[in-house]
C-alpha cells in the first residue's frame, strides 16, 4: 500500500499551458468565453478530451478529463470550488481547496496512497480555486465494493488496508499541516446539538444520544492529531487488489484518531452488510490490527464513542436535508431522499445504546 509523490509536474505539465487549454475546454460550463489560449502552438500542443462533470459532491466540483499531447494521455481529475467561485475555509467544516491539495502532499509522504497532485490552481489560470490530480482507476460506489465479486479478495484486507491508512495519516505531525479546526469530542456535539436545535423538530432517539454523549464524553487528546474526518466507504478507491486512494479531505480537521475508527464503522456506510461493521466489508478486528501494525494505539471505548457520535451527526445532516427540502430552502429531490434516511439512524443509535435483554453495553460494543 505504497503512497503516491506528493506534487508530480514531470515532463509537459511543469508548464501551465495546459491549464490554459483546460480553461477554454470548462470555460462554456462557466458562461464565459474560450479566450485563454492565444498562442496558437499551446493549442496544438495540448487537448482536452472526455471532459465531464462527475455526480455527487454538492460541496465541490469534480471534473474528469483527458490530457492530451501528441501520443500520450494523462487522465486527470480537476477538484474546485462551485461555479468557479472561491472555497468558503471553514463553511460546514471545510479546510478549504488549497488544505486540502497541501493534505495530499503530506498523506502521499507518510505512505497514505493518495492521488498525486499535478497542480493547485492561481487565480491567473481563470480556473476558480481547487487542483488537478491523476485519476486512478478503480471503485469508489460503496455498494459495489461490498457486493461484487470481482472485489471479494480485496474485501478480505480492505479493513486491515484502511487501519495502516488512518495510523499514518494520525501519525502525520500536526505541526507541519495547514491550518485546520480543533474539534475534540465536546466541541463537535455542541456544534450538532446546535444545528438540531435549529431544525426544530422532536426526535426522542436522538435526545437520548445527545444525554448519553454527554454524559460519557471523553477529554480532549493533550496531543491532536490529524483526522480526515470523512473516511469511509465511498470515499475509497478499490481495485481487485485491495485500497488505492483515499479521497475527501476537505473535512479533515484536529483532533481525536479514533473518530476516523468510529466514523468508517456507522452503519450507514456498510450498504446492506450490518454484519461487517467496518464499511460492509471487515471486522472491527481487521481495522485494529491493521491500525496497530502501522504503529497506532487502539482505545475500542473511544471508538465506540465516535460511532456513537457519527450515527447521530449523520441523522442530523440528513434531517437538515429534509428540513431544506420542506421549507422551500432547497427543492431538491435526491436531498429530500436522503433526508428521510434520518429514521433509519435512529434505529442504529437504539441498536447502539440500548442492549437486548442480557446483554451489557460493554459487551454490545463490540457488536455493531
Sequence with gaps: MAGGSPIR??????????????HDAIAPNDGKPAAR?????????????????????????????????????????????????PSVVGSGGSAGLAAEAALFGLAAAAGVPVPAVRAVLRPEHGLGEGFVMDRIDGETLGRKIVRETQFAAAREQLAYQC?????????????????????????????????????????PVFELAFQWLLANAPPAPAHPVLVHGDYRNGNLIVDAAGLRAVLDWELAHLGDGMEDLGWICV?????????????????????????????????????????????????????????????????????????????????????LLVPPPGTSLARKTGTS
Excluded at 509536474?9 to 483546460?22: E, I
Excluded at 495510523?167 to 480543533?182: G, K, N, W
Design 37 to 85: 489560449v492565444a498562442d496558437r502552438r499551446t493549442a496544438r500542443a495540448f487537448a482536452i478530451t472526455g471532459l465531464c462533470r462527475l455526480s455527487g459532491g454538492a460541496s465541490q466540483e469534480t471534473w474528469r478529463f483527458d490530457l492530451v499531447e501528441g501520443d500520450r494521455v494523462t487522465p486527470l481529475i480537476l477538484r474546485r470550488a462551485p461555479g468557479n467561485a
Design 267 to 351: 452503519n450507514s456506510w456498510r450498504f446492506g452488510r450490518p454484519d461487517l461493521p467496518v464499511g460492509g466489508f471487515g471486522t472491527r478486528e481487521q481495522l485494529f490490527a491493521g491500525y496497530e501494525a502501522a504503529g497506532g494505539v487502539v482505545d475500542a471505548a473511544r471508538v465506540h464513542y465516535w460511532q456513537v457520535l457519527g450515527t447521530l451527526k449523520w441523522g442530523i445532516i440528513c434531517e437538515g436535508m429534509a428540513h431544506s427540502y420542506l421549507s422551500g430552502a432547497e427543492r431538491n429531490v435526491e436531498k429530500a431522499a436522503i433526508g428521510r434516511r434520518a429514521s433509519e439512524t435512529e434505529i442504529d443509535l437504539l441498536e
Design 9 to 22: 509536474n514531470d515532463d509537459a505539465l511543469m508548464s501551465s499551458a495546459w491549464l490554459d487549454v483546460l
Design 163 to 203: 487501519g495502516q491508512a488512518m495510523a499514518r495519516i494520525h501519525r502525520i505531525p500536526a505541526s507541519s499541516v495547514p491550518p485546520l479546526r480543533v474539534a475534540p469530542a465536546a466541541a463537535e456535539l455542541a456544534h450538532y446539538r446546535g444545528v438540531h436545535r435549529s431544525h426544530e423538530t422532536s426526535k
